[in-house]
T-cell receptor, first 103, second 115 residues
Framework: AQRVTQPEKLLSVFKGAPVELKCNYS??????LFWYVQYSRQRLQLLLR??SRESIKGFTADLNKGETSFHLKKPFAQEEDSAMYYC?????FGTGTRLKVLA | NAGVTQTPKFRILKIGQSMTLQCTQD?????MYWYRQDPGMGLKLIYY???????DKGEVPNGYNVSRSTTEDFPLRLELAAPSQTSVYFC??????????????FGPGTRLTVT
């Protein structure tokens, strides 16, 4: 069965520290992987998609087919990055990771 | 563009009552989705639609019904509400999978409580 796993429910880091939010997937077919973010009192919105290979708000995510992972990374966390992050394969979502960036 | 709109924002239902959650999108997307979000459980797909007149079940369809008479609208119907349906409901739409616009656009959500 297709599944997206985000092993961490909560990740706390200090401002300026590197961030890595983990995502592992299992699927068959062509990859369509996304990271969505939900800031406080805002709706879910797209952060990154694997196909575009771009950096948004300093975040990047690399598809590793060997490890079936699509981890989200940022070298220096900022307080405004505090939010809920969801990894998704098409319309299948992980359980989300809450990122807290501490001052 | 308003994007994806949902009504109502909040609702309290009594056990056994029914209601319809409305969802409208103005981006001419073929695909539309309904999710429920329970605390600590992420988003679970209830139903989705690939175009007007076509709907299919997701992971948790029991207790819900949908229809898609137009491209823009995708209402979710709850029949005989139960406490287990207390959740936050999100509607979303997207372009066709595999296209450059396959990401989902979400509505603001409807917080439903069944008591």
């Amino acid at each position: 069965a297709q599944r997206v796993t985000q092993p961490e429910k909560l990740l706390s880091v200090f401002k300026g520290a590197p961030v890595e939010l983990k995502c592992n997937y299992s699927y068959s077919g062509s990859p369509e992987l996304f990271w969505y973010v939900q800031y406080s009192r805002q709706r879910l919105q797209l952060l990154l998609r694997h196909i575009s290979r771009e950096s948004i708000k300093g975040f990047t995510a690399d598809l590793n087919k060997g490890e079936t992972s699509f981890h989200l990374k940022k070298p220096f966390a900022q307080e405004e990055d505090s939010a809920m992050y969801y990894c998704a394969y098409k319309y299948i979502f992980g359980t989300g990771t809450r990122l807290k960036v501490l001052a | 563009n308003a994007g994806v709109t949902q009504t109502p924002k909040f609702r309290i239902l009594k056990i056994g009552q029914s209601m319809t959650l409305q969802c409208t999108q103005d981006m001419n997307h073929n695909y539309m989705y309904w999710y429920r979000q329970d605390p600590g459980m992420g988003l679970k797909l209830i139903y989705y639609s690939v175009g007007a007149g076509i709907t299919d079940k997701g992971e948790v369809p029991n207790g819900y019904n949908v229809s898609r008479s137009t491209t823009e609208d995708f209402p979710l119907r709850l029949e005989l509400a139960a406490p287990s349906q207390t959740s936050v409901y999100f509607c979303a739409s997207s372009g066709n999978p595999g296209s450059l616009r396959s990401e989902q656009y979400f509505g603001p959500g409807t917080r439903l409580t069944v008591t």
